[in-house]
C-alpha cells in the first residue's frame, strides 16, 4: 500500500509541481489587485516668486536762476547847495592847480656784468697815487673805490668810481694810479679772463 502511494507521488510530481507554481502566481497577482499601492508621494514647497516692479522716475527740471537785482545807488549829499544837476567836469576849470615834476630818475651805476674767476687779478707793482695838492692843502682824507676791469691780457680797459669824494681831486687821482698798474689776470680753471674787481684806495696825510 505504502508502496503503491509512493510510486503515485513520484508518478504525479510533475503535475503538482506545476499546479502549485500556478497556484502560487495567481495567489500573488490576487493580493497585489486586492490591496492599494502605497507610494511615496513627494510633496514640493511652492515657488516663491519676487515680483520687481519698475517706477519711472520723472526728469528734473532745471531752471535757471535770474540774475541777481543791481545795487541800488546810494545818494552822496553834496556840501553846497549852488551845485547845478547838470554839471560835468569839462565846465570846471583846472588852470589853478600847478603841474607836479616828474620824479628823477634814479642814478644809473655801473653796469657790470659778473664773470666767475677762481683766482682773482693780482697788481703786479703797488698803486701808489699821487695825492692832489688842493686836497693837502685842505686836509681832506679818505678812501675812494674804484670799480676796474682788468682784462685777460692784465690791461686795465675801463675803471668806474663806486665811492669817491668828489670836487677835490682824489677820485681822478685814484682812477689815474690804477690805470698805470698791470695787473696778474685773473683766471677761471686755468684760463686768464677779464672780470670786474672794486679796490680801495687809500689818501691819508702824514702827521
Same mark, same amino acid.
Do not use: H
Given at each position: 500500500m505504502y508502496k503503491e502511494q509512493t510510486a503515485a507521488i513520484k508518478l504525479n510530481y510533475p503535475i503538482i509541481f506545476r499546479v502549485s507554481g500556478l497556484t502560487g502566481l495567481l495567489l500573488t497577482i490576487l493580493s497585489f489587485l486586492t490591496?492599494?499601492?502605497f507610494t511615496n508621494e513627494m510633496v514640493l514647497d511652492e515657488e %516663491?516668486?519676487?515680483v520687481i516692479e519698475q517706477i519711472d522716475i520723472p526728469q528734473t527740471e532745471q531752471f535757471d536762476r535770474p540774475p541777481p537785482p543791481a545795487r541800488p545807488s546810494v545818494p552822496v549829499e553834496s556840501e553846497s !547847495?549852488? %551845485?547845478a544837476d547838470? %554839471?560835468?567836469?569839462? !565846465?570846471? #576849470?583846472?588852470d589853478d592847480f600847478d603841474a607836479w615834476d616828474a620824479p628823477p630818475p634814479?642814478? !644809473?651805476?655801473p653796469k657790470v656784468r659778473f664773470i666767475p674767476y677762481d683766482d682773482p687779478p693780482v697788481p703786479l707793482t703797488p698803486i701808489r697815487p699821487k695825492y692832489p695838492e688842493i686836497a693837502q692843502e685842505a686836509g681832506i682824507e679818505g678812501t675812494v673805490v674804484v670799480q676796474v676791469f682788468v682784462d685777460d691780457k692784465g690791461r686795465v680797459k675801463d675803471t668806474v668810481i663806486l665811492k669817491g669824494?668828489? #670836487?677835490?681831486?682824489?677820485? !681822478? $687821482? $685814484?682812477?689815474? $694810479?690804477i690805470r698805470d698798474v698791470r695787473f696778474r689776470p685773473a683766471r677761471q680753471r686755468e684760463r686768464a679772463v677779464g672780470v670786474w674787481i672794486s679796490i680801495p684806495v687809500n689818501f691819508r696825510l702824514k702827521s
Open positions: 490591496f492599494p499601492r %516663491v516668486q519676487i !547847495e549852488d %551845485v547838470d %554839471v560835468t567836469l569839462d !565846465e570846471f #576849470n583846472l634814479p642814478p !644809473e651805476g669824494i668828489p #670836487n677835490t681831486g682824489l677820485d !681822478e $687821482a $685814484a682812477s689815474e $694810479a
